[in-house]
């Protein structure tokens, strides 16, 4: 199983990215999709999540309003757009798999890890 998230980068305070998470070897069709980011010297955590039909999100409360999570199941890819970044955004951003909707907000029920991809705002 292999997740490899694209699309981090440098961004302004208050500009937009898009982040990728591609998927292969994973039944990802039937794996609900979680984003969590670890910032500088932080924990890791939530930030949003979708149902493997694509028809239930969750989100953290700091991202709700402006980031949006969503899902092509016929590419194997969970997407994560984010507006309005601010500095508190910094983080490295992981996409990951989790087969259980019950546990979505908890990263240790996650089976399956992307390599992470860096996201850094500029004030």
């Known amino acids: 199983v292999q997740l490899v998230e694209s699309g981090g980068g440098l961004v302004q305070a208050g500009g937009s990215l898009r982040l990728s998470c591609a998927a292969s070897g994973l039944a990802f069709s039937i794996h609900n999709m979680g984003w969590f980011r670890q910032p500088p010297g932080k924990e890791r955590e939530f930030v949003a999540a979708?149902?493997?039909?694509?028809?239930?999100?969750v989100y953290a409360d700091s991202v709700k309003g402006r980031f949006t999570i969503s899902r092509d199941n016929a590419k194997n890819t969970v997407y994560l757009q984010m507006n309005s970044l601010n500095s508190e955004d910094t983080a490295v951003y992981y996409c990951?798999?989790?087969?259980?909707?019950?546990?979505?907000?908890?990263?240790?029920?996650?089976?399956?890890w992307g390599q992470g991809t860096q996201v850094t705002v500029s004030s």
């Open positions: 979708i149902m493997w039909s694509g028809g239930t999100t």
């Open positions: 990951a798999a989790n087969p259980y909707w019950s546990a979505i907000q908890y990263y240790k029920e996650y089976n399956y």
